[in-house]
Structure formats: structure tokens, C-alpha cells
């Protein structure tokens, strides 16, 4: 959350030469994970916008259609979202 211009999207994504926190979280994870064939990484990507629920990653560019639910024990989830098998950093 932040005004335009401040640099959220810099932040979280960079650029080729200045990858940002979440390029960075991907490469570690597969760094980490590669020799391990027992982890799979699945990957859901939303956009909260408006108080609206968007799955970026639906073939159909579902909106209002994803359900935030919490339960007790497992916590915070989001019902409905598509789920994206990824096998490299390219993939995310």
C-alpha cells in the first residue's frame, strides 16, 4: 500500500539488472529446493484492488469470484483461486 509513484512495484518486482524482494524469494526458493525432487511449488497470484478479489492467473480473468475464509487451526484462505504448478524461476 503506498501513493503512486513510490516505488512498490520497483520494490517487490525490479528490473533484469535490480531484481526486486519477490524475484529474489523465487530464486532463493528453487535454489534451495533443486536437488529435492520431493518439492513441488505451486504458485496463486491475485490482485486486491477496490476491495475486489481478481485471480490473475484464471484462464478467464475471474472477478468477485474468489472467497477470503479463516479458519481457526489452518487460518486465512482463499477459496477458488487457481493454482499454478511452477518447475523453474521462469515459470513464476
Do not use: H, W
Not at 476491495?51 to 478467464?60: A, C, H, I, Y
Not at 475471474?62 to 482463499?78: A, Y
Not at 487457481?82 to 515459470?91: F, G, H, I
Amino acid at each position: 500500500y503506498g501513493s503512486t509513484g513510490a516505488g512498490k512495484t520497483f520494490t517487490m518486482i525490479g528490473t533484469e539488472q535490480e531484481p526486486g524482494v519477490m524475484s529474489r524469494t523465487v530464486d532463493c526458493l528453487f535454489a534451495e529446493f533443486a536437488s529435492d525432487p520431493s518439492v513441488s511449488v505451486v504458485c496463486c497470484f491475485v490482485e486486491v484492488y477496490n476491495e475486489v478479489l481478481r485471480d490473475l492467473g484464471s484462464q478467464d480473468g475471474r472477478e468477485g469470484m474468489l472467497d477470503l475464509r479463516e479458519d481457526p487451526v489452518t487460518g486465512p484462505s482463499l477459496t477458488g483461486v487457481s493454482e499454478l504448478q511452477a518447475q523453474s524461476v521462469e515459470d513464476v
